[in-house]
């Protein structure tokens, strides 16, 4: 399984940025999002956001996990501070619900304080449609051009990847151990 960068889009002043046709081909997906100022986050998948699609339960800043939300539009993060990273991945299988773990740091902008917020998330898109793009939305805010989101893909062929070819005969000489190895038919041998 090779991963690469399927899409990375900056904020351009919007509140939400979208990552444009993924390749649905990614049965494994891994997402970044870096917000500068982040209110009530919400991730959602081909633009796709009936009430009862979306489901989650979480966990924050070490407390017991709340009980889920269900039935809704979009999966939504909890705190409303920032800077923060946002980190997912999603099993992105065909015939089957889509499932992602969350996990975002956020800045706690209280007063004095400056430990970090911290969330959890186990999440369900209840659709078997491939995910084919994503969007994450802000309110209160707008994304800028500082703020980011990468998405990297599993079973991606990277653009200009060249498969080494090494001849028989070449010579490797490994000089921690001062041994040479030569390759013949394909196997390395000492000399």
Not at 12 to 26: F, Q, V
Not at 141 to 155: A, I, K, M
Request: net charge negative; proline share 2%; hydrophobic share 30%.
């Amino acid at each position: 399984m090779v991963w690469g960068k399927v899409s990375s889009v900056n904020g351009s002043g919007g509140s939400s940025i979208t990552t444009g046709t993924i390749s649905t081909t990614n049965t494994f997906q891994e997402f970044f999002i870096y917000p500068t100022a982040f209110q009530a986050g919400r991730l959602k998948f081909n633009d796709s956001g009936s009430a009862t699609e979306y489901a989650r339960r979480y966990q924050s800043n070490g407390s017991t996990s709340n009980s889920g939300d269900y039935n809704m539009p979009y999966i939504a993060f909890l705190y409303d501070l920032a800077p923060a990273l946002i980190h997912g991945f999603i099993v992105n299988v065909g015939t089957n619900d889509k499932l992602c773990s969350i996990e975002t740091c956020e800045t706690n902008n209280t007063t004095g304080n400056t430990t970090l917020n911290r969330m959890n998330i186990v999440g369900k898109w209840a659709k078997t449609d491939l995910i084919e793009k994503m969007d994450i939305t802000k309110t209160g805010t707008t994304f800028s051009s500082d703020e980011n989101f990468t998405v990297l893909g599993s079973n991606t062929t990277p653009a200009g990847a060249v498969e080494l070819k090494v001849q028989d005969g070449a010579v490797f000489y490994e000089k921690d151990t001062n041994k040479e190895y030569i390759l013949n038919n394909g196997v390395w041998s000492k000399l």
